[in-house]
């Protein structure tokens, strides 16, 4: 099982930007597929996740209305789209699967199995 995130990017507030999160070895129709992201000296927190199906999503309070989760047809690629930016949307970006087989929301990092490398989204004037 690999997740390759990548999109990281220096961006002003404001600006928009979308990364995503290439999935190989493990199939969609099973797993959730969740955003987290950590800032410098804080805990990982969940942004988004998005059920086996694509027909359930969740966001935190923190993004809602200005990010966007959605995947390819192919069903192997998920994107983050991250609109209105503001500094404090600074961190590493990771992308992660979980068992997803029923759809419930999984908010915890130790609720998904599988983990990828991270990528750096920096928001500053």
């Known amino acids: 099982v690999q997740l390759q995130a990548s999109g990281r990017g220096l961006v002003q507030p404001g600006d928009s930007l979308r990364i995503a999160c290439a999935v190989s070895?493990?199939?969609?129709?099973?797993?959730?597929i969740g955003w987290f992201r950590q800032a410098p000296g804080k805990e990982r927190e969940a942004v988004s996740c998005?059920?086996?199906?694509?027909?359930?999503?969740f966001y935190s309070d923190s993004v809602k209305g200005r990010f966007t989760i959605s995947r390819d047809g192919a069903g192997n690629t998920v994107f983050l789209q991250m609109n209105g930016l503001k500094p404090e949307d600074t961190g590493v970006y990771y992308c992660a699967a979980g068992d997803g087989i029923k759809w419930s929301i999984k908010l915890g990092p130790h609720e998904y199995d599988y983990w990828g490398q991270g990528t750096l989204v920096t928001v500053s004037s």
């Open positions: 070895g493990l199939s969609f129709d099973s797993h959730i």
């Open positions: 998005l059920s086996n199906t694509g027909g359930n999503k």
